[in-house]
């Protein structure tokens, strides 16, 4: 069982940048194999970013060149910087991870993850 818990969350004026970050607990094999998520008011769970076993990280195209995944293994975190922000960028960000020991490529849809966090608000104000 893993535990993910979100922090880092809050409002921003468009332009600005945060820093989420998803703490993980319990049987941490699964930090190999993590994503980013977002649903806005009225829309659908979206992927953001993920990350494989090897490091590589894939990015949705509305996001790329502006959020970074990464992981620190060692602290069982992952986080996602965001820069230059946009008010479509408001939503509930939630951290998932697989449950999977190993994994390359891409995972960006919900069914491919089983351990999720609770959420956290970021809202970017034009």
């Known amino acids: 069982q893993v535990e993910l818990v979100e922090s880092g969350g809050g409002s921003v004026q468009s332009g600005g940048s945060l820093r989420l970050s998803c703490a993980a607990s319990?049987?941490?094999?699964?930090?190999?194999?993590m994503g980013w998520f977002r649903q806005a008011p009225g829309k659908e769970r979206e992927a953001v970013a993920s990350i494989d076993n090897t490091g590589a990280t894939y990015y949705a195209r509305s996001v790329e060149g502006r959020f970074t995944i990464s992981q620190d293994k060692v602290k069982k975190t992952l986080r996602l910087q965001m820069d230059s922000m946009k008010a479509e960028d408001t939503a509930m960000y939630y951290c998932a991870a697989r449950d999977v020991r190993y994994c390359s490529g891409r995972f960006f849809a919900e069914e491919d993850y089983k351990f999720w966090g609770q959420g956290i608000q970021v809202t970017a104000s034009s």
């Open positions: 319990g049987d941490t094999y699964s930090m190999f194999c």
